[in-house]
C-alpha cells in the first residue's frame, strides 16, 4: 500500500512538474514579456533594467526554478489585459465555478443513481426504455446547444429563468455566493442542468450496467431464495456492489466538470474561471492561460490520485494484488 | 434487400465486394444506411456548396441590407425576394451560409482526425516496434494527456498558437491552427490502439519471416503489421470525427475557433444565439439542425461500424 502511494505520488509530482514547464514556456516564448510590460515609449536602460528584474538573462532552468517557486506562493505575476494580479483575479472568479460545479455534481450524481437504478430494476418498463433512449439522444448532444435549448424554453419561451449571469450575490468578503438569494438560487439552475446532465447520463448508464451485472450472480438469486425482501435485495446487496466503480467515475467527472464549465460558463455568461479563461485565449492573456492552466492540472492530478487511493482502499482485492509491489 | 443483387455473371470486384460479408452487414442495418446516406449528402453538399448554394454569402456585393431579417418560405417585406430558410441581419442567406459552414466543419473535422490518426499511429507502431524507452517516453506522454479533457488540451493549443501567431495572420491561420488542435487532443486515441495491436502482431510468424528474408523495419511496420491493425483504427477515427466536428463547433462557439470571416456550423450558431431573444430563431435554428444531424450521423454509422467490424459481437 504505501509503496503504491508512494509511487504514484511521485508520478504526480512528475506530472505537475512537466505541465509546469508547460506554463513556463508559455510565459516565456509566447510573445515578448517585455513588450507586454513596458509600452511603446521606452529606452534601452528601461528594456536592461526590467530584463534583469524579471530575470531573463538567467539560465533557463534557474528562471524555470524562480517561476515555479513564485506559483507555489499563487503569485502568477500580472494580467496583461487587466493589469492586476492574476492570483486577485482567480480567486474573484473562483466562488462562481466552484458553487456552479458542486451543484450541477450533486444534481449529475443524485438523478444518475437514482435513474440508473430504476432503469435497472424496470429493465423492460416503458419508462425505463425512455429514459434510456432519451439519454443516448442526450450524449450526442453538443453542452452548448442543451444549454441555448434551456435558455430558449425557460428563458425566452416560458421566461421563467434567467439566462445569463448569477443574479444577486452576497459578499462574505473572501467568498461571494448565490446560495443566499432568490435569485441567486433560480440563476443558477438552467446552468448546473446544462453542466450536469452529461454527467449524469454517463453515470446513469454506468449505475445501471453494473447493477444488471451484480442481479445476475449468485449470491443475489442466493439472496432471493432465502426469502429476502426485494427492497432489500436491490438495496442492501446489489447496489453496495455497484458503488466502488460509481465512485471512481465520479471522481474523475469532478474534475472533467470544472472543465467543461467554460462551455456553460460561456453560454450563460456566468462570472467564473471559465469565461475568465476563454476571454484570455480571445486576447491573448498569457499569464491567466498559465495560471489556469496550472490550477486546473494541480486539480486533475489530485482528483486522479484521491480517487487511485480510494480505489485501493475500497476494493480489497486490488490491495491483494498489489501489496507484492506490483 | 438481397433479392436485388444480381445474378453472379461476370464477377468484377465491386460485385464481389457488394456480396461480401461487409456490405452485407451494410444492407441489412437500416440506421447504417440512413446515416450513411446522410453523411454522403452532407458532404457532396459541402463540396458542392458553390454550385448548390443560390448565393455567394462571402460576396459583399450580393448582399443587400434591405433583406435583413427576412423570415423563411416568406417574402421579404421591402425586396419580396424569399428566402428558403431565412436571412441574418446582413441580408446573408441562411441556406447558403449554411453550405459554407458544414464546408469548413467538414474539412476541419476531416483534417484534424487524418492528423492524429497518422501522428497516432506512427507514434503507437514506433513506441511498439522499437520498444524500450522510447516506448515509455511516448506512452508516459499519452497517459498525461489522457489525463486532461480533449477540449481543453484543444483550447490551451489554440491560445498558445494565436499568441505565437502575428495579428495580421490570425483570422487566415485560425483554421489551420484549430486543425492542429484538434488533431494535437486526440492523438492519444490511435497510438494506445495500434500499440496495443503492435504489440500482439510484432511476434507472429509473418512478421518473424519478413524479419527473416532482411526487409528494413520501417517497411515491416508500414507493409506488414500497419495493415492488420487498420480495422479498429477504422472505427475509432470514425467516432473521432463526430467528436471532432463537436468540438470544432464548441471551440467556434466560444469564440476561439473559426473567425466569423471563415464561419463554420458553431460559429453560425454563435452568431445565432444573439438573435434568439429578439425572436430571429431561424438564424440559430437551422446550423445548429444541421450540426446536430451531422454529428448523430457520423455517431451512429461510427457505432456500425463497430460491431460490424467486430464479429465476435454478433
Known sequence: ?326 | MADTTPAPKPRGRLAHWWDGDFAYQFRRSPVAMISFTVVMLMVLAAIFAPLIAPYDPFDPASLNLMNGFSSPMEPNAFTGETFWLGTDDQGRDVFSTILYGLRISLFVGAAAVGFAMVLGITLGLVAAYVGGWVETIIMRIADVQLTFPAILVAMLIFGVAKGITPVEYRDQMAIWVLIVAIGLSDWVQFARVVRGATLVEKNKEYVQAARLIGRGSGAIMLRHILPNVLSPVLVIATISLALAIIAEATLSFLGVGAPPTQPSLGTLIRIGQGFLFSGEWWILLFPACTLLALALAVNLLGDWLRDALNPKLR
Do not use: C
Request: proline content about 3%.
Open chain 1, 1 to 326: 500500500m504505501l509503496a503504491y502511494s508512494l509511487r504514484r505520488l511521485f508520478q504526480s509530482f512528475i506530472v505537475l512538474l512537466v505541465v509546469g514547464l508547460v506554463a513556463f514556456s508559455m510565459f516565456r516564448f509566447v510573445g515578448d514579456p517585455i513588450d507586454s510590460l513596458l509600452g511603446q515609449e521606452r529606452t534601452q536602460s528601461d528594456i536592461e533594467r526590467l530584463r534583469g528584474e524579471l530575470g531573463l538573462d538567467d539560465p533557463f532552468i534557474v528562471q524555470y526554478g524562480a517561476f515555479l517557486g513564485r506559483a507555489v506562493q499563487g503569485d502568477f505575476g500580472l494580467s496583461y489585459r487587466q493589469a492586476r494580479p492574476v492570483a486577485e483575479i482567480i480567486a474573484e472568479r473562483a466562488p462562481a465555478t466552484l458553487e456552479l460545479a458542486l451543484v450541477s455534481a450533486g444534481f449529475a450524481m443524485f438523478f444518475g443513481v437514482v435513474l440508473g437504478i430504476f432503469t435497472a430494476i424496470r429493465r423492460d418498463g416503458f419508462a425505463a426504455n425512455a429514459i434510456m433512449s432519451v439519454s443516448l439522444i442526450g450524449v450526442s448532444l453538443p453542452t452548448f446547444l442543451i444549454g441555448i435549448l434551456l435558455i430558449y424554453l425557460f428563458s425566452v419561451e416560458l421566461g421563467w429563468l434567467p439566462s445569463f449571469g448569477r443574479g444577486d450575490v452576497v459578499d462574505l468578503g473572501w467568498w461571494t455566493t448565490g446560495f443566499a438569494t432568490g435569485s441567486g438560487l433560480k440563476a443558477l439552475i438552467l446552468p448546473s442542468i446544462t453542466l450536469g446532465l452529461y454527467q449524469m447520463t454517463l453515470i446513469m448508464r454506468l449505475v445501471r450496467s453494473e447493477m444488471l451485472e451484480v442481479l445476475r450472480a449468485d449470491y443475489i438469486r442466493f439472496a432471493r431464495a432465502r426469502g429476502i425482501r426485494e427492497k432489500s435485495v436491490n438495496f442492501r446487496h446489489a447496489l453496495k456492489n455497484t458503488l466502488v466503480p460509481v465512485i471512481t467515475v465520479t471522481g474523475l467527472q469532478l474534475g472533467s466538470i470544472i472543465a467543461f464549465a467554460i462551455i456553460t460558463e460561456t453560454v450563460f455568461q456566468w462570472p467564473g474561471v471559465g469565461l475568465l479563461f476563454i476571454n484570455a485565449i480571445q486576447f491573448v492573456d498569457i499569464p491567466v492561460m498559465a495560471a489556469y492552466l496550472m490550477l486546473i492540472s494541480v486539480m486533475f492530478v489530485a482528483i486522479n490520485l484521491i480517487v487511485d487511493l480510494l480505489y485501493f482502499a475500497i476494493d480489497p482485492r486490488l490491495r491483494a494484488d498489489r501489496s507484492g509491489g506490483h
